[in-house]
């Protein structure tokens, strides 16, 4: 798996202090994305055991409220990212969120995408960023096509039902 950045303390992406990872490599290349040094799969860093043992390690800290993971598209690297993700449950036992290109429906139509989404996560921000619906002010989202869904209560119900912070 290879990454972009870690942000140890991100007050942006995600509610209160959270912990953020940014993958490396998208398809979707959505005009006028703030991360385009994510796209390429080749750039950024190799993940590694010891990326792992620290990342868990900086989710730990008490003052972190939640963990991000962004990118480029993490899951176009679903099968590492599931790896990644079962253990900062285990081991964090904090809410994740994930920011995803992809639809809530088609993640689900893909075996390892959606054990991803069904096993490790509990707010999922669907859909490509679109330049023309681009509004500043949106809750976890950059533009108005994009949802925040509640996973937990989206399996429960059987379709995608949007989440509200409490």
């Not at 390429?40 to 963990?67: M, R, S």
């Not at 899951?75 to 285990?90: F, I, P, T």
């Not at 002010?137 to 995608?160: P, T, V, W, Y």
């Amino acid at each position: 798996m290879r990454y972009a950045k870690i942000r140890s303390m991100d007050i942006v992406n995600g509610c209160g202090v959270v912990c953020s990872l940014f993958l490396q490599g998208c398809t979707h290349h959505c005009k006028g994305c703030f991360n385009q040094e994510t796209w390429d799969f080749n750039g950024g860093k190799e993940w590694t055991d010891i990326t792992t043992q620290k990342f868990i390690e900086l989710c730990n800290k008490p003052y972190i409220d939640a963990v991000s993971i962004l990118g480029g598209e993490p899951l176009d690297q679903a099968k590492e990212l599931y790896d990644l993700l079962l253990q900062v449950k285990q081991f964090t036992k904090k809410p994740i969120y994930l920011w995803s290109g992809y639809l809530y429906e088609e993640i689900l139509s893909d075996t390892e995408k959606s054990a991803v989404i069904k096993d490790c996560v509990d707010i999922l921000i669907d859909g490509k960023f679109q330049e023309k619906l681009k509004r500043p002010n949106l809750q976890l989202r950059g533009s108005l096509n994009q949802r925040i869904i509640d996973i937990h209560q989206s399996l429960k119900e059987g379709q995608a039902v949007s989440w509200s912070k409490q």
